[in-house]
Structure formats: C-alpha cells, structure tokens
C-alpha cells in the first residue's frame, strides 16, 4: 500500500460502499486490470451508510480530483437511492454497480428488491457464516497433518511436500469458501515406503494432490533454509518425482501451484467436491 | 453445498467466467442478498475459456432451464467477445457484468481494454501474490502468539481474550489483503499484573482489539469445552471486562466482533492500516 501514496498516479479510483466495500474492489480491480499502463491509486470508502458520511465522501473524491488535476472514476456497491443520489453528485466518473443488474431481476422475479443497506451484518448471524469461522479454525489445527483427530470432518485433505502451497491453499478454502481443508505432508520416509502415510487411507476419497517444479521448490526453500540439503536442486527432484509417482499410482487427482494460482486451485477442488 | 443440490429451488443461477468464478459469485450474491425469500440454486462455472467449453456451458444452462421450468439467470465475467457471444445464445437472463463498465471507461481513459482474458494467471507470478502467500504464512506462524521472532515484521496485532475472533480475523487480512497479521491472547495473568503481555509494548502502534459479550464468549466457549470454568458466564465476563479496561487504559483501538463480521473488523483495520 505504500507505494500507492507515493508514486504518481494519472487516476484516482474510489470503492463506494455501505459496507466494507470488498465486493466494490474485488469487482472494480478485475474490471481495471482489462486496462494496461495506467498508473491508478486505489482507494476505498467503507461504511458510507447515512447522508452525512455520503456528503463528506463527495467532498473527499471532489478534492482528490482537484488535487490530481482529473476527475476520479467512483465504483459504487451503494443500494440505498438517497445515498445513491447525493454520491452521484460528485464530479467523477460514477459507475453504479447495482443499478443495472437490479432492474433486470426485478422484472425477472416478479418482485421488489429489498434496497436494504448493511445487508452484510445479517450475513455475520448466519450458519454459513458460522461454517466459515469453524472452517478456518479446522484448518489452522490441521494444518501439515499436525492433528488426526477430527479428520474425518475434513472436506479435503490437501497432499504434497513440504511448501508445495499446501497451507496457503487450505487456508484459502477455508477463508473464502468455509471449506473444511486439512492438509498433510508427503515426506522422505513415505517415499521409502513406497506408501502414503497410513492414516490417508480411510480417507482416500478426500485427497488432492499439490505439486510443483523442483526448481521452483528449491527456490522457495532457500529462501526459508539457504543451503541446506532440503532445499538442494537434487533434493527438491527426488521429492518431486516420488510425490508425483506415489499420487499417480494412488489415483489422487492433482495440480501443479506453479501455474496455478491458489485461487484457481481453489476453484477446482470446489468444483470436485460438488461432482461426488 | 450438499443441501442446496436436494431443497427445491424455485432458480437457478450460474456465475460464468473465464477465471475461477469467484469475482462474479462474490459480486452476484451481493446483488441477489438484495431478494428476500427466493430459493436459488447457485452454482459457478469456471475457467470457460474457449469456444467449445462456451458451446458446452451453454447446453448444460439449457438444460437445467428445463428440469427447472423456468430460465436460469446467468452473471457473466466473461471478457472475450467471441466466447460471449455463444454464451449469450443460451436461454437464460444474460447478466453481462463487464461489458457496462468496461465501455465508459475505455471512453475516460482514452484507451481500448485489453479484452485479455485469464488476466488471473499473470497475477501468480506477481510480487503482490508473492505477498499474500508470504502474509498467510507469517499469521499462520503469528497465530496465538506462538513467535515472538519477526514480530517486528507484522502489519498489525490482533489482542484480545481466547475465542474472541483473533485467528479468524487475522487469517482473513492475510488471504484476503497480504497483510502480516500477528495475534496474541490477553490472558488472566495479564489482567492480574494489569498490564500488556511484556513483548507487546515495542510493537504498541500495530495493536488492535478484539472484543466480545460475555455471554456470546461463553456460548462459544462452550463448545469447545463445555461445562469448563473457562467457558463459565461469570469467567467469561470477568476476562472480557479485564480485557476492555486494558485496551482502554493502553490507548488500544478495538472492535467488537460480537455485531461485526470479520470483513468489517478487516476494513476497519485497513482503514487504520492506511491513515498511517
């Protein structure tokens, strides 16, 4: 975030919303990285829920806008239509996006949307939102197969080796998904065995397999132990190949974290957890 | 997830995308928490990035349109013109969530879009998904207060009593934002010497409070050890009362995590985060 005050930017961009205003900038960054060589500072504008908040926030993006010498781009998750009103008195680029999908499912469900603001604090009572704290609490305390009790409540266990992304994806399903994801590690004596670790067995079907490239392993291992017979080349493809070998024969689906990304990874175990 | 494949649902709705579909379904549920009383069917469709997985989703849209009887509702992220325009053809309420932005801001910015897609996969190699790995990592460590190494390192300390919304929170800000978020518990010992955890006072201005009623701390206290004097009401109204003077006397910013989600609690963070 740093760097974002710093440098220059050609453009402001503001995340308008009556509530955190995630939604606003998970939307808006994937909307701006379609543009390329545009240098934006990003700023978000949380809570704006009454008329006075709205009416400081106009004043906010206006003198931002004087000071850049253009007009700000606003994306606005804003659903009460004072609120609205008195934002889109700004001098900025305003991009309401609520409006323009809220109309069309109105006329499509045959009735009113609630126009409710703050819908997210109903979301904090709820039982998926319960699922997701007992999630992520599962995950911590089965994080590199430190606990086997309760793992039969897991919803996957992620398998590899050591910092094959095991933990950043667990967590990543937990957080995002309230996925129950233990994961646990693929170490030297299991090789030796020729044999997944024995408590895996009973839980076959939850498996998921991470790999990597060895080069790319023997990278991030330096950086945690530089020069150890951990993080040698040699080392990284003799834990590789028997890894992948081991899941191969185990029929344990995987993939790779050097190309993918956790949350494309995410997004595959998701969509193999609805198949079964 | 299993219980909305057997309720009966009166829609279906689909997030298509060319990446992994979270962008859409984060903003989709958004709009349609602004229903009440509708069962839909949610389910995403990921990484539609070519011609014939487009012919392929469309048939599959098709046809849950018919075991439905009625069209379902489609929220769309996809950017390739080519691969829209087949998924425009199914039978369904066509939200098109990119193209009513990406419009007026090409026009702004004098500048045509890229219309890239997968723009996801560059993001895995960058500096800022470099970060987020790294961040959940360090409050995966940082949890609880088990390191004191590298704390110096964190963005930011989470305090409160045990079962408060610490690990939550603080694995959120790492997935969610790269942010390093440490945590440490304040314990009875604390609130008999009335003071900090010793090793906290260097790190004073990265702290930030965690607070919750006494009888939502011993209800969730509860479950996990039910019946102890830990969970007891009387325990829990003591430690939280002990815990809200401290933060008081110590100049502490704290939030309740009680009435907020740990999305609130992350946007207040930020919002502190940035002011300084």
Known sequence: MPEQRTRTADRT??????????????FGHSILSQFEGL???????PFIDSLDKATEAVHRINRQGEIDGRRPI??????????????????????DMIAGFVGPLEAEFGIKSTHTIGRFHAVAESERYKQRIEAIHFSMAHDDGQM??????????????????????????AVQHGIKAANYPLIPEDFVRGKLPEVL???????????????????????????????????????????EALMRREGIPWLSSTTKSIEEIAATVLTLLELE
């Open 13 to 26: 961009v503001f995340f308008v919303s009556d509530g955190t205003g995630i939604t606003a900038e998970t």
């Open 39 to 45: 240098q934006l500072r990003q700023l978000r504008l």
């Open 74 to 95: 606003v994306f606005s998750t804003l659903v009460d239509t004072r609120i609205n009103g008195i934002m889109q008195g700004a001098d900025a680029l305003f991009l």
């Open 148 to 173: 086997h009790k309760e793992l039969d409540q897991s919803d996957v266990i992620l398998v590899g080796v050591s910092r094959s992304g095991k933990t950043p994806t667990s967590l990543y399903l």
């Open 201 to 243: 067995y009973q839980y076959r079907a939850k498996l998921f397999g991470l790999t990597i490239t060895p080069e790319r392993l023997a990278e991030v291992r330096h950086e945690r132990r530089p020069g150890s017979k951990y993080a040698s080349l040699e080392n990284c493809r003799m834990e590789v190949n028997e890894a």
